[in-house]
């Protein structure tokens, strides 16, 4: 049946001005966009939202590559919309992406392991979380930004 996913386009996307783009993209793609807010994040929600990485060596640079902008966050729904939107944005390390998925979204946008443009929810259950942590009451780490 229908599915959830929450997809994120990170500081360096926005700041290249890939939003836009990945938008078009994700809507010919069949997805629809439920929810969209662009967020600065602060320190303290961007580790609470990674905290599955927390004893991982990359944390305190994911952490800060997170909190270097803005990002925008979506709500994706279409029929198998988790494994989908992953498919489309490529492998994590985007310079893998650009060999086994020239096509992908991190090709396009993403420059390494880390800075790799876009995120997408590995599972039901991480989609479940990741949705509630962003569009449940109050905004985590604080500022929404206009449209
Ligand atoms: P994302 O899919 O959002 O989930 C965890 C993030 O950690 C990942 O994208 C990257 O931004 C980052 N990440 C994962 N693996 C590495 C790595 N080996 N080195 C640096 N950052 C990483």
């Given amino acids: 049946g229908s599915e959830r996913t929450l997809a994120i386009v990170k500081p360096d996307g926005v700041w290249s001005n890939h939003a836009e783009e990945i938008k078009k993209i994700v809507l010919a793609s069949g997805f629809s ?15 609470s939202f990674y905290s599955e990485h927390s004893k991982k060596k990359f944390f305190r640079s994911l952490v800060q590559y997170m909190i270097s902008g803005p990002v925008l966050v979506m709500v994706l729904e279409k029929e198998n919309a988790i494994a ?35 995120h997408g929810s590995d599972s039901d259950q991480s989609a479940q979380r990741e949705i509630s942590f962003f569009f449940s009451s109050e905004t985590p780490g604080g500022t929404v930004m206009g449209h």
């Fill in 84 to 118: 989908d939107w992953r498919m489309l944005i490529g492998p994590t390390d985007s310079n893998k992406a650009k060999i086994t998925h020239p096509r992908s979204i991190r090709t396009m946008c993403g420059t390494d392991a880390e800075k790799n443009c876009v």
């Fill in 33 to 47: 966009i439920l929810q969209e807010k662009t967020v600065q994040l602060d320190e303290e929600s961007a580790a």
